[in-house]
């Protein structure tokens, strides 16, 4: 299980080039890990993404998505995250090896990487280009966390409608009782799967990484408010200017 992440000042060589130049990058020292189902939630920018992304590439994981024997870095998409990649440090109770790493922006990608190497059987047996985006992205989820290791999930709701998001709460759930090492980091803004129970949130936004609680997280403000006073929400957020 990882249980801190670290950024080593010594290994930065220039704090205002990207990403350490994101406020939330620049601000972390070491990052405590508390839980198998981790959080990392804030607005565009903040720097969520970023992180998880290096965090993937120091573990050994393909930039665009994989494990560390499956792996699509036929493009330099995503180079940018390296100088972080190589300035982290990362402390593990249990380092399995095992896990996958699934990055929705590069999903389409990794789908083409798998039926040019001919592995699609182990992913129901149907090309993932021959399935609808949402239903592609829920058969790789379901065939690649089957064992222990960490998961690092990069924004999968931008492809799972609202059912789908519980369909994978509880894909997350069986996993975590049937794998005691198993372990989810998650990049989202989905109210539905950061209310996953007794995980850590953890902010990037106001320029610093901090815990968060549930009813904390603005995502779980803005729509709470919005499906309980939906005409009062849309009538300030569109009045006409004076």
């Known amino acids: 299980m990882l249980k801190t992440v670290s950024l080593l000042p010594e290994r930065v060589s220039d704090w205002n080039e990207y990403p ?98 001919g592995v699609v059987s182990s992913y129901g047996g149907t090309s993932l280009h021959r399935q609808s985006h949402g239903e592609s992205f829920f058969t790789l989820l379901e065939y690649r966390m089957r064992e222990n290791g960490l998961f690092l999930l990069d924004e999968p709701e931008a492809a799972l409608s609202p059912q789908r998001q519980l369909s994978m709460l509880v894909l997350m759930h069986d996993v975590l009782r049937s794998h005691g090492s198993a372990q989810f980091i998650i990049s989202t803004h989905s109210p539905i799967l950061l209310g996953f129970p007794d995980a850590q949130i953890l902010s990037f936004d106001d320029g610093a990484i901090r815990e968060i609680a549930y009813d904390e997280c603005p995502p779980v403000q803005i729509v709470r408010r919005f499906t309980s006073h939906r005409k009062s929400f849309l009538e300030e957020l569109l009045q006409d200017e004076p």
């Open 20 to 117: 350490f130049s994101v406020p939330a990058i620049n601000s972390l020292r070491t990052l405590a890990i508390r839980e198998r189902v981790c959080f990392f939630t804030g607005e565009n920018g903040t720097g969520k993404s970023t992180l998880l992304e290096a965090i993937a590439s120091h573990y050994g994981f393909g930039r665009e998505g994989g494990n560390r024997n499956f792996r699509n870095d036929s493009t330099e998409n995503n180079a940018a995250i390296d100088p972080l990649s190589r300035a982290l440090r990362l402390a593990f109770s249990v380092r399995t090896g095992a896990g996958f790493f699934l990055r929705a922006e590069s999903f389409f990608n990794v789908a083409t990487h798998i039926d040019e190497i």
